[in-house]
């Protein structure tokens, strides 16, 4: 079973059906031809972008049609995710650790949220982004949004992990958001000094062989010029794959084969 990753995507709904297509996963008519493989969004699919809602509404259609022909289609939870539902949830509300006036929708506007995404939010994309996992191990693969070990303040194990960002989702504290987002949007773990350890330390804790993750983009975190944003990037003495080509960016979708 081919297993494919692909991050951030952050509203740009026709680049990512473009990329389903060049890999043979979707037909021309966008619907599944994958037969039985693997595929794993890894978060972002909102904000930056014009039509987040838009992405969602085409990895929920892919679940199902995947499932029927024997694959996979699975999503993680990203920060932007986080930030869209905490703005939903409490708007303007003061939140002590952001100190500024708006509260959440000020945060999440700030960091590219668009009011289209918030504005077309149904009951059912709610309960679809709030019951979506933070981390999955896919055949060795460690599969998460963020490149940061604050995931292991949630669990020492992927089921523990999931299980308490699920409590957190449910949460109405609005301090007690503004921690959670904070942990899941912590960054460059992997590659700073010692990462290498690091990404040791946690495929130790969580399992699995090699980290695969998004957030990061090549362009910004990794020095690749946009016009130069071809594959995914492997560090961490080979540990580690960074998969976000930083579309928004002026990069690209990077669907990336990882078996």
Do not use: K
């Not at 089921?159 to 960054?187: H, K, P, Q, Y």
């Amino acid at each position: 079973m081919p297993l494919f990753v692909v991050s951030d995507v952050h509203g740009h709904r026709e680049a990512l059906r473009e990329a389903l297509r060049e890999a043979g996963l979707t037909g021309a008519d966008g619907r599944w031809a994958g037969q039985d493989a693997q595929l794993w969004l890894l978060g972002d699919y909102v904000d930056r972008g014009p039509d987040g809602i838009g992405v969602v509404d085409d990895i929920r259609r892919l679940t199902g049609e995947a499932r029927a022909t024997g694959g996979e289609v699975g999503a993680l939870l990203g920060n932007h995710e986080v930030q869209l539902l905490a703005a939903h949830r409490f708007g303007h509300a003061p939140v002590a650790g952001w100190g500024r006036p708006g509260g959440f929708r000020e945060l999440w506007a700030r960091y590219g949220g668009q009011a289209g995404d918030l504005r077309r939010l149904t009951p059912e994309h709610l309960a679809w982004i709030t019951a979506l996992p933070a981390m999955a191990l896919v055949d060795g693969h460690l599969l998460m949004h963020s490149d940061t070990t604050r995931y292991l303040e949630f669990g020492r194990s992927v089921e523990a992990v999931n299980a308490a960002v699920a409590e957190a989702l449910r949460g109405t504290d609005v301090d007690d958001w503004w921690e959670f987002v904070r942990r899941i949007s912590g960054r460059g773990t992997f590659r700073a000094d010692g990462g290498e350890d690091e990404a040791a330390v946690m495929l130790g804790v969580l399992g699995g062989e090699v980290i695969a993750h998004g957030h990061s983009t090549l362009i910004q975190h990794f020095g690749v010029a946009a016009g130069d944003v071809r594959e995914a990037v492997r560090y961490a003495g080979g540990r580690v794959v960074a998969v976000d080509g930083g579309v928004f960016e002026g990069g690209r979708l990077l669907l990336t084969r990882l078996r």
